[in-house]
């Protein structure tokens, strides 16, 4: 088995700022999914899906390492983690918003 590349920084801070970029960068790509999906633009959805799963796959994978590291993060400037936990909570809002939405499409979809 190959061992995987690292994602995140070895430098903890330096980690932390990774982290919020990419989990920003996810809160983009699914609110630019909830946007295509609303206005039916199907263009927008297809070109957006992609890159979705791909920022999703490098979430998925940098969260781990973080877990996976979490003491180092004890050194980390408290704001910098703060600011972390917004772009996380960020991120659970907008992913819940998105599955309503698409959800009440689906519902609507049904009833056809």
């Known amino acids: 088995m190959t061992e995987q590349k690292k994602i ?55 969260a781990n390492e973080f877990h996976a590291r979490i003491d180092e993060f004890d050194s980390v400037d408290k704001a910098l983690i703060e600011k972390l936990a917004t772009a996380q909570k960020s991120l659970g809002q907008t992913t819940k918003n998105n599955l309503k939405l698409l959800d009440k499409l689906q519902d609507k979809t049904e009833e056809k």
């Open 8 to 62: 995140l920084n070895d430098d903890p801070r330096q980690a932390v700022e990774e982290m919020i970029v990419i989990t920003e960068e996810l809160v983009a790509r699914i609110e630019i999914e909830s946007h295509a999906v609303s206005t039916n633009d199907g263009t927008t959805f297809s070109t957006n899906e992609e890159n979705k799963e791909h920022v999703a796959n490098i979430y998925e994978k940098a």
